[in-house]
């Protein structure tokens, strides 16, 4: 019954799809087969979600390189495909600001965080946080993180999905919000991490497959020298050699400075991704899968520099990919695409957009499930029935869970429309570096944090990141309209992490008296022992 629920949904969108163009055809077989071969995985993996050990964690039985190829597959998203090749189209140095701090954001993770959080918890950060702090203040906290960060991460995946789709197949935007929202829910709900986890082993292969291709295509006309790719760049791009240089994109210091702070802070602090290291059988698998993650996510964004600034040279002033406006058809987030087309014609961009299709496929998966395991677990089990929940119904409520978040989703989705992807999860980087990464980080290395230190600082920073967004820039000005931002940075993190910090150490030290060294000397022995 399960098959054929998935096999209908399967059909469905491409029966709508259909097209005469190659490069749709082409697309959606490639497409098809994706989704085909994943929604098998899920059946299969359905069977085995008979405990919340397989359906958060994937029973710990995924290997450091198969868990290091997922964390790169959750990683590698559209924001980072679509989003950074789109923000170095339009501005050229300045998108690589994304990319540097999406990537530097990974020493921290290998070095200070992976172990300790595979020896000290279950299936979510939350499991650390509340081994030395009170189960049910905590937790509220850490799910609140969790699903605003989630929220505006999922937004962006989403809008590169509906631009895509546009591009790709010629449908209205609003369909293929719903196609990556049904699929998404199935993936969830039926396979939970073991499916979600091959999802994105299949699309990480994919993804820096397509992408390497297409990088040595561009640099294939320039002798594979990247200064000539530059010069010819800066000889066609308006700007001309400006985009070499800081300050197209980011016109302020302190702005670069917020923005990478967010990106290199929040990746430690990101649910999804956090989440995985709980998916190996130990603390060396963990850091291994940290090591291996680090490496093809490197890679990949070398191919996003080379896929813009091949953009920039291939696509400036083509009146193929350029609207009335001059502006690039389906807006910036579509360069990589159109790139594939104008290097490989029809074929290749049938490949490169089913991949894409794919990427966003798998890593809403991955945040959903992120996201009901915070309704599921940190919620539901601890805060509303105390910690006394049987498995069975903590599961239900995780998979109905995630069925709201899919409508979530796909709401915003529609609402968000043409917002640039890598903007979107530079926010969601700055709420993650807010809230999430603070917590955790004092957690596990300061002993005189207490509960009300970590709760109401912890939302201190929530709160500052979400305000600073709502009066700064993007929402303000770009948004509602009025003529100045109360906020003048585009980018909160530098300003929400400091006083997210500051809070949480301030009524911690005011709090001293209910502080446990006790509970922490437990926790930094447990830790270090787990390392042996």
């Keep these: 019954m399960k098959l054929y629920l998935f096999l209908t949904l399967l059909i469905f969108p491409f029966s709508v799809m259909a097209s005469e163009s190659s490069s749709k055809n082409f697309a959606a077989l490639v497409f098809g087969i994706f989704v085909f071969?994943?929604?098998?995985?899920?059946?299969?993996?359905?069977?085995?979600?008979?405990?919340?050990?397989?359906?958060?964690?994937?029973?710990?039985?995924?290997?450091?390189?198969?868990?290091?190829?997922?964390?790169?597959?959750?990683?590698?998203?559209?924001?980072?495909?679509?989003?950074i090749s789109g923000l170095v189209f339009f501005s050229g140095f300045d998108g690589l600001i994304y990319s540097i701090g999406f990537l530097v954001g990974w020493p921290i993770i290998l070095f200070l965080i992976a172990e300790k959080l595979k020896n000290l918890g279950k299936y979510t950060f939350a499991d650390v946080t509340s081994t030395r702090l009170k189960q049910s203040k905590i937790r509220i906290l850490s799910a609140s993180g969790t699903l605003v960060t989630v929220i505006f991460y999922l937004i962006a995946q989403m809008v590169g999905a509906g631009s895509l789709i546009q591009i790709l197949f010629g449908l209205p935007y609003y369909y293929a919000i719903w196609i990556v929202g049904l699929l998404m829910i199935?993936?969830?709900?039926?396979?939970?991490?073991?499916?979600?986890?091959?999802?994105?082993i299949i699309k990480a292969i994919l993804l820096i497959l397509g992408a390497t291709a297409l990088a040595v295509m561009v640099l294939n006309d320039y002798s594979f020298s990247i200064g000539k790719l530059l010069e010819e760049a800066s000889n066609v791009h308006p700007e001309k050699k400006s985009i070499l240089y800081p300050g197209q994109l980011i016109t302020d210091p302190?702005?670069?400075?917020?923005?990478?702070?967010?990106?290199?802070?929040?990746?430690?602090?990101?649910?999804?991704?956090?989440?995985?290291?709980?998916?190996?059988?130990?603390?060396?698998?963990?850091?291994?899968?940290?090591?291996?993650?680090?490496t093809f996510i490197g890679y990949f964004y070398i191919l996003t520099f080379v896929i813009g600034f091949g953009a920039i040279i291939f696509l400036t002033d083509n009146n193929s990919y350029m609207d009335t406006n001059n502006n690039l058809i389906g807006s910036n987030n579509m360069a990589a695409i159109h790139l594939?087309?104008?290097?490989?014609?029809?074929?290749?961009?049938?490949?490169?957009?089913?991949?894409?299709?794919?990427?966003?496929?798998?890593?809403?998966?991955?945040?959903?499930?992120?996201?009901?395991?915070?309704?599921?677990?940190?919620?539901?089990?601890?805060?509303?029935?105390?910690?006394?929940?049987d498995e069975k119904k903590e599961i239900l409520v995780s998979k109905i869970s995630s069925v709201f978040l899919g409508i979530i989703a796909i709401i915003l989705g529609i609402i968000f429309e043409g917002q640039n992807v890598a903007f979107m999860v530079g926010l969601a980087f700055a709420v993650a570096a807010s809230t999430n990464f603070p917590i955790l980080f004092l957690t596990i290395s300061w002993k005189n944090l207490t509960t009300n230190g970590a709760m109401y600082g912890g939302f201190i920073g929530l709160f500052s990141a979400l305000i600073f967004v709502f009066l700064g820039p993007m929402v303000w000005v770009e948004t509602l309209g009025f003529e100045d931002a109360i906020f003048p940075f585009k980018y909160p993190g530098l300003f929400s992490m400091s006083i997210s910090f500051f809070s949480i150490i301030t009524i911690s030290l005011i709090d001293k008296k209910n502080k446990d060294e006790k509970k922490f000397k437990e926790l930094t022995k447990k830790s270090y022992l787990g390392s042996k």
């Design 186 to 200: 199935i993936y969830v709900s039926f396979g939970g991490m073991i499916a979600t986890t091959w999802v994105q």
């Design 37 to 83: 071969i994943t929604l098998l995985i899920t059946y299969f993996a359905s069977k085995k979600n008979f405990n919340k050990s397989n359906y958060y964690a994937a029973g710990g039985k995924i290997s450091g390189f198969q868990n290091g190829l997922a964390i790169a597959g959750d990683y590698m998203s559209a924001a980072s495909f679509l989003g």
């Design 254 to 294: 302190i702005s670069a400075i917020s923005l990478g702070v967010a990106l290199i802070f929040g990746t430690a602090g990101l649910p999804h991704i956090l989440m995985r290291f709980f998916t190996v059988p130990d603390a060396k698998s963990s850091r291994i899968s940290a090591f291996y993650a680090t």
């Design 340 to 389: 594939s087309h104008a290097l490989g014609g029809d074929i290749f961009l049938g490949f490169i957009s089913a991949v894409a299709f794919a990427t966003i496929l798998a890593v809403v998966s991955g945040l959903t499930l992120a996201g009901a395991s915070a309704i599921g677990r940190d919620l539901y089990v601890f805060v509303i029935k105390k910690g006394k929940s």
